[in-house]
């Protein structure tokens, strides 16, 4: 987009009928307005959307998307920090700051210190000049002429969408060839996050050689990430040291623990799909400050899947140290298998009679959700056995689970939107961590919404009502959060305006710009809670 990063190239798709991107929407979402719900078992219908029984897709819609995707104070002030930014050299050094660290196959463009761009058939050539990688400034445009090449943007991923979901592979690939030309992964928010979902599309269209007769993907579709667990973690630690989003859930979920731990000496935190080890020190640091004292004992049982366990071991054991200078026994177990029910039992979990059990799930439970909820329903039933006394919870406030391609892409579209126009506001364009963030992290999720389907698509986000109503069905009841004041203290430490705190029928949200991104719940047996 010409527009929006100096001289990027932004070719108009004139064959394009732009109402036919837009004319259509998903059941699922009227389902949601109306709130019904899609049933125990959801079908995977989304390779041939229902038409028929669609309402059409308002341009306001369409602009709302442009609106959350494009930060107009934020543009300007790019603009006017430009001329400073050229005299500086601050757009020539970027690349070799800023994108060194990737290679090729991460879609970041640099073989060594020579420049690549994307063609308009997604392959890579050398760039001849800075012209072509826009560094070289033109006249500026005008806001209206970026809201509407925004609008024109916008337009294409949604027609190719709409072709990748009726299967016309031909169509998709034409309409995806000028997309490539109009983002970017290091230009603005809306190229930026346009650039992912293209990546996205790419895969699917990929994908889509491979269909069996029942509509499943099969060989090629294996979800194998070229992304190592080292980098996903970096880029969490990062996220979680320059925005609100990570350390909101666990501020929400410690305080709920540490409060219905009062008065308990002996405390067992079971931690479901167990990563890192971000969110514990804060807790321990508050359970060593009780007014009655800190417990004697604290176990964390991590159930961490088929991950080496060195680094956490050793993250833990220096928790540990810091757990004994307060008066804290703590003791530590990882668990190197799966969440499942044959994990979640007394004998592998060496559950211990008289201490209080609490189990925690940190961006975990949505990958139990699948075609069926029978698999989440499952792993509740089966927490719930265990007779915790709080299950606390931490995940993506989206609807990303729809049985509906196109429908699902939109959702997905407004809902990371929002996210790459916070990071927009808040960490400059030529922040390297501001990539790795983009790309090991949310770029990651966006492929697997987008991309794939069956067993491979675990990123199956559910909205806070969804949530209260599985949770319900197996047997739990929500405990109000209470730490609402501490929540909008921490969000102002972060000097960015336009994140909000809100209470939802005892889930404590966080949202930017009032667009729900994370929700934070904590959860009684029912039993426990009536009596």
């Known amino acids: 987009m010409e527009a929006m990063n ?53 341009t306001s819609e369409v602009e709302e998307i442009v609106d959350s ?31 060194q660290d990737f290679s090729e196959i991460d879609g970041f463009y640099y073989d060594g210190d020579v420049p690549m761009m994307m063609t308009k058939e997604g392959e890579l050539e050398e760039c001849g000049s800075c012209n072509d990688l826009g560094f070289c400034t033109v006249m500026e445009p005008s806001i209206k002429d970026v809201v509407d090449q925004g609008l024109h943007l916008v337009q294409l991923l949604l027609a190719c969408a709409e072709a990748v979901g009726c299967r016309d592979t031909q169509l998709a690939d034409t309409i995806l060839s000028q997309i490539w030309s109009c983002v970017s ?67 929400a979920a410690n305080d709920a623990i540490s409060q219905a731990a009062t008065r308990k000496d002996s405390l067992h935190i079971i931690d479901l799909g167990m990563e890192h080890n971000l969110q514990w020190p804060s807790l321990v640091r508050t359970l060593g400050s009780r007014a009655e004292g800190p417990p004697k004992l604290v176990r964390i049982t991590g159930i961490i899947g088929v991950q080496d366990p060195l680094e ?9 140290e810091d757990a004994s200078s307060l008066g804290i026994h703590l003791e530590f177990k990882l668990v190197a298998e799966p969440v499942s029910t044959s994990v979640l039992t007394d004998e592998k979990l060496e559950l211990r009679e008289g201490e209080a059990l609490f189990v925690n799930s940190f961006l975990h439970l949505h990958k139990h959700v699948k075609e ?11 927490i719930k056995k265990l007779n915790p006394v709080l299950l606390t919870m931490v995940e993506q406030d989206a609807n990303h689970n729809g049985p509906f391609f196109l429908g699902r892409f939109l959702e997905s579209l407004h809902y990371y939107s929002a996210i790459f126009d916070s990071l927009e506001a808040s960490i400059p364009r030529t922040s390297p961590e501001r990539l790795k963030i983009e790309k090991f992290h949310f770029a990651e999720q966006i492929c697997n919404v987008i991309a794939f389907e069956g067993s491979n698509r675990i990123e199956r986000h559910e909205r806070a009502d969804q949530w209260r109503r599985q949770l319900a069905r197996a047997g739990f009841q929500v405990v109000g959060m209470k730490c609402m004041n501490q929540a909008r203290l921490m969000i102002s430490v972060y000097g960015c305006d336009g994140y909000t705190v809100s209470s939802e029928k005892g889930c404590l949200l966080l949202g930017w710009k009032g667009r729900p991104i994370m929700l934070a719940s904590a959860w009684l047996l029912h039993n426990a809670a009536s009596s």
Not at 315 to 320: E, M, R, Y
């Open 6 to 58: 100096g001289s990027l190239p932004f070719p108009m798709y004139e064959n394009l009928n732009q109402d036919s991107a837009i004319r259509q929407f998903c059941a699922a979402r009227v389902q949601q307005e109306q709130g019904g719900e899609w049933g125990e078992i959801l079908l995977e219908m989304d390779l041939c959307p229902h038409f028929d029984c669609t309402p059409p897709l308002a």
């Open 69 to 99: 995707f494009f930060n107009v104070e934020c543009y300007e002030k790019d603009n006017a920090n430009k001329s400073s930014d050229d005299e500086n050299g601050l757009l020539n050094q970027y690349p070799e700051e800023g994108l």
């Open 185 to 251: 992964p290091w230009g603005d928010s809306l190229q930026r996050v346009s650039y992912c979902f293209a990546m996205g599309l790419k895969n699917r269209l990929c994908l889509l050689q491979n269909v069996n007769s029942d509509g499943s993907f099969s060989n090629g579709a294996s979800d194998v990430s070229l992304i190592t667990r080292e980098e996903k973690n970096e880029a969490l630690d990062l996220l979680h040291q320059t925005t609100p989003y990570i350390a909101f859930g666990f501020m």
């Open 312 to 320: 956490l071991e050793a993250s833990l054991k220096g928790l540990v």
């Open 372 to 382: 069926s909820r029978g698999s989440l329903k499952t792993i509740l039933q089966t």
